[in-house]
């Protein structure tokens, strides 16, 4: 509803006229330098329309004042009476604070969070009574849980999904679906009873929509698969297998086939997670960007996402204050698991999407422990340094 009355807005606001654009591109001209940072287009109501970063801010500015009428640089100018902006130290820097921005002003004109979820799924836990498993593409719905991701292959995520809510029983009805639990028998004398669920009927589901399980009983199941998903339970894997040893035994080869595609399914699943922590504990490092005019940053990037930010140490106070960081970022007292929290999702792929397209970027990268051993000198300088001096 919000965004509808967005768009709404935006078509009842008049166009800014030619001579209004020519003044914001006077101004960019005067006051913008080419140099890293985010931008922001602004309409006449103050609402922010379009964010932007750009390695050249005045040159990147300058080209939407140059754009043909029917592409979407002159549809920003036509929507914005004023353009603000801020430099950022690197590149890098300005891409992060991109997405934040995107992420806190939602612009109409941006892309929903551009960037390459939609190549992804991802296993979401929903929040709620009886929560359930749904696969989606990108993330960040208002009523996810958690997040287990990315995953290549939605189809096979969605099959492997649907073999593990009829392992432990978990529901797939609509969201929005009451629950009966049967420790709540008050609700069945206030209401009637809830038609009967199929899935419950063949044993498929716990049927807490019908008083088929406690909450404690689903929330049970709940843990379980929490514990599949995170790698630490492998108790659907082991059901289907003993399930399937069972019908060979019987000799129902039949059954004993059908839950040996379910069980290749699983361990197909469990595969994507072990590869996917493999390619997420590779981007846990600390990251050293030189910065515009000697500003350069250090990252700690922990499991695909910034964990804290410093400038370049210029006293021995501020290399205590980095390394002590380091040494509470890196050693957590929590254990990784394959969860991803909704608000880190855009910045997981984002850091992925980075380090793929610049690998070389990976040679200012160095492990949290090397970087322990060898803290970086005060008053840094790139140049000098044997570690990014043939980078910078």
Same mark, same amino acid.
């Given at each position: 509803m919000r965004r509808l009355s967005k768009i709404r807005k935006a078509l009842s606001t008049p166009k800014t006229s030619d001579e209004h654009i020519a003044e914001m591109r006077a101004h960019v001209r005067a006051s913008a330098a080419d140099r890293p940072g985010v931008y922001r287009w602004l309409s006449p109501e103050g609402e922010v329309v379009y964010v932007g970063k750009s390695k050249k801010l005045r040159t990147r500015l300058l080209s939407y004042? =140059? #754009?043909?009428?029917?592409?979407?640089?002159?549809?920003? #100018?036509?929507?914005?009476?004023?353009?603000?902006?801020?430099?950022?130290?690197?590149?890098?820097?300005?891409?992060?604070?991109e997405l934040r921005l995107i992420k806190r002003y939602r612009p109409r004109l941006n892309v929903a969070m551009k960037r390459d979820a939609r190549h992804f799924a991802f296993i979401k836990l929903t929040r709620g009574a009886a929560p359930k498993l749904a696969v989606v593409r990108g993330a960040g719905a208002d009523d996810a849980q958690i997040y287990y991701g990315p995953f290549h292959g939605a189809q096979r995520v969605t099959e492997?999904?649907?073999?593990?809510?009829?392992?432990?029983?978990?529901?797939?009805?609509?969201?929005?679906?009451?629950?009966?639990?049967?420790?709540?028998?008050?609700?069945?004398?206030?209401?009637?009873?809830?038609?009967?669920?199929?899935?419950?009927?063949? =044993?498929?589901?716990?049927?807490?929509?019908?008083?088929? #399980?406690?909450a404690g009983e689903y929330d049970e199941r709940v843990r379980m698969v929490r514990g599949f998903l995170d790698g630490a339970d492998d108790a659907p894997m082991d059901a289907l297998r003993a399930e399937m040893v069972a019908a060979s035994e019987l000799m129902d080869f039949e059954r004993a086939a059908v839950l040996r595609d379910k069980l290749q399914r699983l361990e197909g699943l469990r595969e994507q997670f072990i590869r996917f922590r493999f390619a997420i504990e590779t981007l846990s490092f600390v990251y050293t960007v030189p910065g515009h005019d000697g500003d350069d940053r250090?990252?700690?990037?922990? =499991?695909?996402?910034?964990?804290?930010?410093?400038?370049?140490?210029?006293?021995?106070?501020?290399?205590?204050?980095?390394?002590?960081?380091?040494?509470?970022v890196f050693n957590p007292s929590d254990r990784d698991t394959a969860q991803v929290p909704s608000h880190e999702v855009d910045e997981l792929l984002l850091l992925s999407s980075w380090f793929r397209r610049f690998p070389a970027e990976l040679t200012r990268s160095r492990d949290a422990r090397a970087f322990v051993a060898a803290p970086p000198v005060l008053a840094y300088d790139a140049a000098r340094d044997p570690l990014f001096g043939d980078a910078a």
């Open positions: 004042f =140059r #754009c043909a009428p029917d592409e979407k640089g002159a549809r920003i #100018c036509r929507e914005a009476t004023r353009i603000e902006w801020e430099y950022t130290p690197s590149e890098f820097a300005a891409l992060l604070e492997a999904v649907r073999e593990l809510n009829d392992a432990l029983g978990l529901r797939d009805c609509r969201i929005d679906q009451p629950m009966h639990f049967a420790d709540q028998p008050e609700l069945f004398q206030l209401m009637p009873r809830t038609p009967g669920c199929i899935r419950h009927e063949i =044993r498929k589901c716990l049927g807490p929509c019908v008083g088929g #399980c406690t250090v990252y700690l990037i922990r =499991r695909g996402r910034v964990r804290a930010e410093f400038g370049m140490p210029r006293s021995e106070q501020d290399r205590i204050r980095i390394l002590e960081m380091v040494e509470s």
